[in-house]
């Protein structure tokens, strides 16, 4: 029960972290929206407070917590392959 709703949580974390979705790769396009202002090359994000960064850590928690549960549950698994 309790990794299906973290395995939900990192599903909707992930999903949030690619939006808005506005993937380009043609060079045209490109152009045409660096010149309109409408792409930003930050490569660090800009100044973040500590208030942002414990958010941030706080939101990414059930993540880790998800790996080491789907870690706990697959050992088994993986253990009697050998």
Partial sequence: ???SLLGGYV???LL???LPLDFTIRPQELA???RA???VLQPFGGP????DNIGILLMALPV???GVLLGVVMRPLVRGRK
């Avoid at 973040?48 to 208030?51: G, S, Y």
């Fill in 16 to 18: 949030l972290g690619v």
């Fill in 64 to 66: 880790g917590a998800f």
């Fill in 1 to 3: 029960m309790l990794l």
């Fill in 48 to 51: 973040a407070t500590l208030a």
């Fill in 32 to 34: 045409e929206k660096f």
């Fill in 37 to 39: 202002g409408r792409i």
């Fill in 11 to 13: 599903a909707v974390w």
